[in-house]
């Protein structure tokens, strides 16, 4: 039987977003609008730009997912340097709220990887980067 990587990856991703996706309900969130805050948790401030950036995302996805995190109270947007760009923090509420949502989204992974030794999650982790172009040490860098 042929080895299909890229469905498993695919598939795997499918049920983590789905999952992902039934923790944040109580929140009013989605697996994207998650995916921003937890960036501007781990980041602080950014540009949309950086934001679509570092998410891989295009920038009008990012735009409308911003727009509705901001229409609920999530994030806060202000003008940058100039009109055209726009610095997006945290709001109260997220600062408040983000948290617990990341210890609910913590324990999901646990959950999902429960099967995998520490050292197979490392290994994953690094393969993952590898495959998409990233490594530890840019991990923590914009």
Excluded at 11 to 38: A, D
Excluded at 45 to 54: L, N, R, V
Excluded at 59 to 75: D, F, H, I, N
């Amino acid at each position: 039987m042929k080895r299909l990587l890229f469905h498993e990856i695919h598939q795997t991703s499918r049920l983590s977003i789905h999952q992902t996706n039934e923790e944040l309900k109580e929140f009013g969130l989605f697996s994207t609008q998650w995916s921003v805050l937890f960036c501007l948790q781990q980041f602080g401030e950014m540009t949309q730009k950086e934001i679509w950036a570092y998410l891989n995302v295009e920038a009008p996805t990012v735009t409308r997912t911003l727009a509705r995190l901001e229409e609920t109270g999530w994030v806060i947007r202000k003008e940058g340097k100039d009109k055209r760009e726009r610095i997006v923090a945290l709001s109260g509420k997220a600062r408040e709220t983000v948290p617990q949502i990341e210890q609910r989204i913590e324990q999901l992974e646990r959950k999902l990887l429960s099967e995998l030794s520490d050292a197979e999650q490392e290994q994953l982790i690094g393969l993952l980067q590898k495959i998409g172009g990233r490594n530890k040490e840019e991990e923590g860098e914009i």
